[in-house]
């Protein structure tokens, strides 16, 4: 993203010359956003050694991490650097812009699919739209694993996917029962069953029980 100083003087030299150029970098983060602690340094030795500021921006809802503050006769080896390690160009402007996939199936219980792989697939398949850009606006795409949506994708991108679970329910019922004996009906009803957002869970009285898949016991 180039950025150069609008404050000048009389002679339209900068007032401020360090802050003349200050370009930024746009980064594409690992699926997940995993780093390990050599990586996080190899990326600060890479930026700063290139002429970079120092100055890293990690993620927020953009999913870059940004590179913030360097010159433009900098920023080609800055890139070239962060390529040899493995990195490539984020989206800016009207084009394809970087996607976010959550944790997911890395760490997270909740998962309902390969968040990583839906990324990669997607983001690897049209990244000349990234890097040449080619559309009348900006779009992204962005990966839950489940309803919690913890990347934001619903609010914060225009092509969200969420994990959604389409199986029965799962029970340990032997829990239940033992949630039940001590807490009894009140607690069951008004922090289980009615916390449910898509009353999904219903309580039947065990006379009028019918058996199927779909049943605790």
Same mark, same amino acid.
């Given at each position: @993203?180039?950025? /150069?100083?609008?404050l000048k003087d009389e002679n339209h030299?900068?007032?401020?010359?360090?802050?003349?150029?200050?370009?930024? #970098?746009?980064?594409?983060?690992?699926?997940?956003?995993?780093?390990? +602690?050599? #990586?996080?340094?190899?990326?600060? $030795?890479?930026?700063?050694?290139?002429?970079? +500021?120092?100055l890293i921006a990690f993620h927020g809802?953009?999913?870059? %991490?940004?590179?913030?503050?360097?010159?433009?006769?900098?920023?080609?080896?800055?890139? *070239?650097? #962060? $390529?040899?390690? &493995?990195?490539?160009?984020?989206?800016?402007?009207?084009?394809?812009?970087?996607?976010?996939? =959550?944790? &997911?199936?890395?760490?997270? *219980?909740? +998962? =309902?699919?390969? *968040?990583?792989?839906?990324?990669?697939?997607? %983001? $690897?398949?049209?990244?000349?739209?990234?890097?040449r850009p080619s559309l009348p606006y900006?779009?992204? /795409?962005?990966?839950? &694993? =489940?309803?919690?949506?913890?990347?934001?994708? @619903?609010?914060? +991108?225009?092509?969200?996917? %969420?994990?959604?679970?389409?199986? $029965?329910?799962?029970?340990?019922? *032997?829990?239940?029962?033992?949630?039940?004996?001590?807490? &009894?009906?009140?607690?069951?009803?008004?922090?289980? %069953?009615?916390?449910?957002?898509?009353?999904? @869970?219903? #309580?039947?009285?065990?006379?009028?029980?019918?058996?199927?898949?779909?049943?605790?016991?």
């Amino acid at each position: @993203i180039p950025r /150069f100083t609008e404050l000048k003087d009389e002679n339209h030299k900068p007032l401020l010359p360090e802050a003349a150029e200050f370009h930024t #970098l746009r980064v594409q983060p690992p699926a997940g956003m995993h780093y390990t +602690s050599d #990586l996080l340094r190899k990326l600060c $030795n890479v930026w700063t050694e290139n002429g970079g +500021s120092g100055l890293i921006a990690f993620h927020g809802q953009s999913g870059d %991490i940004m590179f913030q503050g360097i010159k433009t006769a900098n920023v080609q080896p800055a890139f *070239e650097a #962060l $390529n040899e390690m &493995g990195f490539d160009m984020g989206g800016a402007g009207p084009a394809l812009r970087t996607s976010m996939s =959550c944790v &997911g199936a890395a760490r997270c *219980e909740m +998962s =309902c699919y390969d *968040e990583a792989k839906a990324l990669r697939t997607v %983001i $690897n398949n049209n990244l000349d739209d990234m890097h040449r850009p080619s559309l009348p606006y900006k779009f992204k /795409f962005k990966f839950s &694993g =489940c309803p919690n949506d913890c990347v934001n994708a @619903i609010q914060r +991108s225009d092509m969200a996917t %969420i994990g959604t679970w389409r199986d $029965n329910i799962r029970v340990n019922e *032997e829990n239940v029962r033992v949630y039940y004996k001590a807490h &009894g009906m009140h607690d069951l009803v008004n922090d289980v %069953i009615s916390k449910c957002p898509t009353r999904a @869970i219903t #309580l039947v009285a065990a006379d009028k029980l019918v058996a199927s898949p779909t049943v605790s016991t």
